[in-house]
């Protein structure tokens, strides 16, 4: 019976990593009731997503983590970038334009800022760290961002694998403390309408952390904060890479 069940998990890779995926988030959710959803059922999933991959990786000796178990493959194509973008812009179809408007200004200027900053202080890090390189401290600056830029710009810019992973962990170390904090913060940030929630979305630019966080406090405020995040994260791809490279190389190289 157990090896029928194994031929056939390993033979639908995707539908069993829908499944995996799935009992880990019911589980996350039931953890975070126990917080009175001050820690988001999401940032659980995430810590807990970290660790397999961490365990899957040392079991294997390969470096996709757990989708490198034969039975998980499947989680390597359900997190790769086709179906994750799929998930940023289906955010966009729950806002309404005329809320969105109002940010006005006020978000794309967070949106420019924030990027600049996160870019700035990221950088500077790994210069202090030892990562002088014009590349590495755009890609560690990139990853500061968020953990999507960091990969693209380490990519653009021919930055080495150990580079580019650790942008990648600057981003979700982000990403993380966004998802925990927000709730926290809610109430002295003012997050109680659409457009702060867009204005905010542009301050912290991680999708994912601006989208659980906000969800754990008001799931209203989802859309607005995860549009103008989804636009952080495109403005950064766009801009990290050439307009930031030369500025540090400038200053650096």
Same mark, same amino acid.
């Given at each position: 019976?157990?090896?029928?069940?194994?031929?056939?998990?390993? !033979? *639908?890779?995707?539908?069993?990593?829908?499944?995996?995926?799935?009992?880990?988030?019911? /589980?996350?959710?039931?953890?975070?009731?126990?917080?009175?959803?001050? =820690?988001?059922?999401?940032?659980?999933? =995430?810590?807990?997503?970290?660790? $397999? @991959? *961490?365990?899957?990786?040392?079991?294997?000796?390969?470096?996709?983590? #757990?989708?490198?178990?034969?039975?998980? +493959?499947?989680?390597?194509?359900?997190?790769?970038?086709?179906?994750?973008?799929? /998930? #940023?812009?289906?955010?966009?179809?729950?806002?309404?334009?005329?809320?969105?408007? !109002?940010?006005?200004?006020?978000?794309? $200027?967070?949106?420019?800022?924030?990027?600049?900053?996160? %870019?700035? #202080?990221?950088?500077?890090? @790994? &210069?202090?760290?030892? &990562?002088?390189?014009?590349?590495?401290? @755009?890609? =560690?600056?990139?990853?500061?961002?968020?953990?999507?830029?960091?990969?693209?710009?380490?990519? /653009?810019?021919?930055?080495?694998?150990?580079?580019?992973?650790?942008?990648?962990?600057?981003?979700?170390? !982000?990403? #993380?403390?966004?998802?925990?904090?927000?709730?926290?913060?809610?109430?002295?940030?003012?997050?109680?309408?659409?457009?702060?929630?867009?204005?905010?979305?542009?301050?912290?630019?991680?999708?994912?952390?601006?989208?659980?966080?906000? @969800? /754990? %406090?008001?799931?209203? $405020?989802?859309?607005?904060?995860?549009?103008?995040?989804?636009?952080?994260?495109?403005?950064?791809?766009?801009?990290?890479?050439?307009?930031?490279?030369?500025?540090?190389? +400038?200053?650096?190289?």
């Amino acid at each position: 019976m157990l090896d029928i069940l194994s031929t056939a998990l390993t !033979k *639908y890779p995707l539908i069993t990593a829908f499944v995996v995926v799935g009992i880990i988030m019911w /589980a996350s959710y039931k953890v975070a009731r126990l917080t009175n959803n001050r =820690i988001h059922g999401s940032a659980i999933a =995430i810590v807990c997503g970290l660790v $397999l @991959a *961490y365990i899957g990786g040392t079991v294997t000796g390969e470096k996709h983590g #757990i989708s490198d178990v034969p039975l998980f +493959a499947g989680i390597g194509l359900m997190g790769g970038s086709m179906l994750r973008d799929f /998930a #940023i812009v289906s955010t966009a179809f729950g806002v309404k334009m005329e809320e969105l408007k !109002k940010a006005g200004l006020p978000g794309a $200027l967070a949106l420019v800022i924030s990027m600049v900053l996160s %870019t700035i #202080i990221g950088a500077l890090t @790994a &210069y202090a760290f030892g &990562y002088t390189s014009p590349v590495d401290m @755009a890609t =560690i600056g990139g990853g500061a961002a968020t953990f999507i830029v960091g990969p693209v710009t380490g990519t /653009a810019l021919g930055a080495s694998s150990e580079v580019i992973a650790l942008s990648v962990a600057a981003g979700v170390v !982000k990403s #993380i403390s966004v998802m925990i904090l927000t709730p926290f913060l809610a109430k002295t940030a003012g997050l109680d309408n659409p457009a702060a929630a867009a204005v905010y979305g542009g301050l912290m630019g991680t999708t994912s952390g601006t989208a659980a966080g906000l @969800a /754990a %406090t008001d799931p209203r $405020l989802v859309p607005y904060g995860a549009m103008t995040a989804t636009f952080y994260t495109g403005f950064g791809c766009l801009v990290v890479p050439s307009l930031g490279y030369m500025v540090i190389s +400038a200053l650096f190289g």
